[in-house]
């Protein structure tokens, strides 16, 4: 945005005319249990079209990260040290020991 106002495309921000979206959640969120993992693994390594996507190292990935499915998917490179610990994630999302998984 600011170049589009420096260069004159944009007059003013146009994100400071949207109002903020209020609503209720419709549930809390929640970690998965133990046994939820478990399933999930399982059945994603199970199903034929998932391991097709990928989707059981995705969901790997992202239970060992705590990346969110956006930056997941993103990702251009990962850092990992000498012992396979992924420690930052292109270059501008750094993950500390402390939220590090061992999946």
């Not at 589009?4 to 419709?26: C, F, M, Q």
């Not at 999930?40 to 990935?61: G, H, I, M």
């Not at 998917?73 to 590090?100: F, K, V």
């Amino acid at each position: 945005m600011k170049p589009a106002g420096r260069y004159g495309a944009l007059s003013v921000n146009p994100a400071r005319e949207v109002d903020t979206i209020e609503g209720k959640l419709r549930s809390q969120p929640r970690a998965l249990t133990g046994e939820e993992v478990t399933l999930l693994r399982r059945s994603l390594s199970a199903d034929e079209r998932a391991v097709q996507a990928d989707l059981p190292d995705l969901t790997a990935f992202m239970l060992g990260t705590s990346v969110r499915i956006g930056e997941s998917l993103a990702r251009s490179r990962i850092h990992q040290d000498a012992r396979g610990h992924i420690y930052d994630i292109y270059d501008i999302y750094p993950i500390t020991e402390a939220l590090l998984r061992r999946a």
